[in-house]
């Protein structure tokens, strides 16, 4: 099996149509420098590694205010991504709620694409749904309403109302890559949603 991580992931996911945050590999300073200047100060610094699958308990993903910041972040990842064989990846900061979009291959039903609440929460709460793949949109829209985190997504608290139309967009195009490219498993987590747009800002893919 193969597992595609970063920029090969998000390659995938772009064939299909679904969106990512741009993202640049960095080497050193002067690459951050010019991420810096690509995507704003305010930026995501991450470490890309087979051998962390949750980065916030490594301290593997920062979000930087500023080019100070940024530059000390970055020192630190490095040390982190020579220790795990890893790579730093920088990526445009993206306002939004976040979400998983998953998939698994199961031995009796097939291809099954999961949704819910994503981010470092996913596991605690367990507010998710499942589809046998493929599905379409109307079924991507059924399988949001579904779950808790439909009523945030909703605008709750005074909250923005996300693209739903996107969102369920991005499911359904999700569920066809799990079946056309015959994956054991995927991880969109978190696919950050917004009133506008959305976009993957972190995947694992096992093929």
């Keep these: 099996m193969a597992t595609l991580l970063g920029a090969e992931g998000y390659k995938l996911l772009r064939k299909y149509s679904i969106q990512s945050s741009d993202f640049s590999e960095i080497r050193d300073e ?26 916030t308990e490594f301290g593997a993903v920062k979000i930087c205010e500023n080019e100070a910041q940024a530059i000390s972040d970055f020192r630190q990842l490095k040390r982190l991504a020579s220790k795990t064989n890893g790579k730093v990846l920088a990526q445009r900061f993206v306002e939004g709620q976040q979400v998983i979009i998953g998939a698994k291959k199961d031995a009796t039903f097939g291809h099954a694409i999961l949704f819910g609440l994503g981010g470092i929460f996913v596991e605690i709460f367990r507010d998710v749904s499942f589809r046998v793949c493929p599905i379409d949109k109307k079924e991507a829209m059924h399988m949001i309403s579904e779950t808790k985190a439909f009523q945030v997504l909703s605008g709750a608290r005074g909250q923005k109302k996300v693209n739903f139309d996107v969102l369920s967009d991005m499911i359904a195009k999700a569920s066809r890559l799990a079946v056309r490219e015959d994956v054991a498993e995927m991880d969109i987590n978190p696919f950050i949603i917004n009133d506008k747009a959305g976009a993957a800002v972190d995947v694992r893919i096992i093929k």
């Design 30 to 55: 002067v690459g951050l420098k010019n991420a810096l200047k690509k995507f704003g100060n305010k930026l995501v610094l991450k470490v890309i590694s087979e051998e962390i699958l949750h980065k």
